[in-house]
């Protein structure tokens, strides 16, 4: 499963030299979907509400337990 959506800004830490990067942390993500598209994850959009994000995450691992 691979959480995937817009960058919540406001939680960008000033400090973390990586994060001030947005050039890169959208690169970064481009490598996490490939691997998700290549891998058959499951998308799961995280800019949902945690409740919609929960159930969706519920829906597709309780068919295994």
Do not use: C
């Amino acid at each position: 499963i691979l959480l995937d959506g817009n960058r919540f800004m406001e939680s960008v830490e000033s400090s973390h030299r990586f994060e001030q990067d947005h050039e890169k942390t959208e690169a970064i993500r481009h490598i996490h979907l490939d691997l998700a598209a290549k891998n058959n994850w499951h998308l799961v959009n995280a800019n949902q509400s945690k409740a919609e994000v929960h159930q969706q995450i519920w829906s597709l691992i309780k068919p295994y337990l």
